[in-house]
């Protein structure tokens, strides 16, 4: 029976892959980034987490399922049946630390065992499961990786508008100052330009006041053109005379002595004049300091201003954060590892079952037994026959 059994059952080949924690330059790609810090027993432990989960299993088993129907029975060639009544119970993992079932420990060792009739295709699904499994494990960390990058570049992005939104806010405040100011000097200004030329007019309607006085003067003298000075000696005792040169400045030489031509002729100008601006060039001035508040550069330039990104303070050094994760985002991470292969998968050149020499020696052991018990049967069956035979003689 167990040279039949032999004979008849099919070997189950177990192939093996060991892998170990990486190394931890092989993480300093990652963790250089300053934004997610994984360390090798972690890494490794992702490997170990996505091995178990029977997504990555049922990616290895539809990528090599056609070699592992060959061994199966037409009536379990459901897909989901046979990937986890036949597929999954020939994986076996095992994660040890120091020979110890302790995933704290400081150096780990992860077993994947699959079994197989076929060795070589046993070692295939072993080393495809600790592929896929790294994969999966580095896909996390690196999408982990992008959404933490991404999430402080937003933070920095969020900051500068920030900055940007107070220095606008101090802005707005300062152009409301200098229009406030522009617009306190507009009125002093006005104020004084209003005064000047209120004293214009003043001075010349004083100035005809005068003319008019000297022109009645010189028509009660008669006089239509210039006369000398001398002439008031000659008329001193005029009454009228008296009073106007008693009235004049000492030093001013009296007006009616220009005629009555000349006086009416500035009086007729001094009436017809419109405005008394060009007398004052002080008034000139200050008119034109009035126009130019009309437009505040300063203020036209703040308005315009369309972006304060330049003017933020600290903002060209969040910038460069800005543009190092960027870098890090644009980053392939080629030499990342999340696992050491210590030992490859190889086609096993013994099966693990049926156990060849255990069935023999168990056979050897249950045919002895059966051997023994058979003889004391058979001795007991003749001692029963021979006492039977002595009592019949004896009768």
Do not use: C
Not at 28 to 56: H, K, M, Q, W
Not at 211 to 218: K, N
């Amino acid at each position: 029976m167990a040279v039949i059994y032999l004979l008849i059952s099919t070997p189950t080949f177990e192939a093996k892959t060991y892998l170990r924690p990486p190394l931890a330059s092989q993480l300093v790609s990652i963790n250089e980034t300053g934004v997610l810090e994984i360390d090798p027993e972690s890494a490794f432990n992702r490997v170990a987490f996505e091995a178990r989960s029977l997504d990555v299993q049922r990616a290895v088993f539809e990528a090599n399922q056609e070699g592992f129907l060959q061994d199966t029975p037409t009536q379990q060639l459901n897909e989901g049946a046979l990937f986890m009544d036949a597929f999954t119970p020939k994986v076996q993992l095992d994660i040890r630390g120091n020979g110890k079932n302790d995933t704290n420990s400081d150096e780990l060792r992860l077993t994947i065992a699959f079994q197989h009739w076929n060795p070589a295709y046993s070692a295939r699904v072993a080393n495809d499961l600790a592929r896929v499994a790294e994969e999966r494990a580095l896909r996390s960390v690196l999408d982990e990786l992008q959404s933490s990058l991404r999430t402080k570049i937003q933070g920095l992005e969020e900051q500068i508008v920030q900055e940007e939104l107070v220095l606008s806010e101090g802005s707005e405040d300062k152009i409301a100052r200098l229009q406030e100011q522009d617009e306190l000097w507009r009125l002093q200004l006005q104020d004084k330009i209003n005064t000047l030329k209120s004293k214009a007019r003043q001075l010349r309607e004083d100035r005809i006041a005068r003319l008019e006085e000297a022109l009645a003067i010189a028509s009660r003298l008669g006089l239509e053109d210039p006369a000398p000075v001398s002439l008031l000696q000659r008329d001193q005792r005029e009454p009228n005379w008296m009073a106007t040169a008693v009235d004049r400045p000492a030093e001013e030489e009296p007006l009616f002595l220009r005629g009555t031509r000349m006086l009416e002729a500035e009086l007729a100008v001094l009436r017809d004049r419109k405005s008394d601006e060009h007398m004052h060039p002080e008034l000139r001035e200050l008119e034109q300091e009035l126009a130019l508040l009309e437009h505040n550069r300063e203020v036209e330039i703040l308005q315009s201003r369309e972006s304060y990104r330049a003017f933020a303070e600290n903002t060209q050094e969040l910038r460069a954060q800005i543009a190092r994760l960027e870098g890090f985002l644009k980053q392939m991470y080629d030499q990342v590892q999340m696992m050491r292969v210590d030992q490859q998968a190889i086609p096993p050149s013994r099966p693990i079952k049926p156990r060849k020499t255990l069935v023999v020696a168990v056979a050897l052991m249950l045919g002895a037994v059966l051997g023994l018990v058979l003889a004391l049967i058979l001795n007991a069956v003749d001692t029963r026959r021979q006492e039977q035979g002595s009592t019949d003689n004896s009768q």
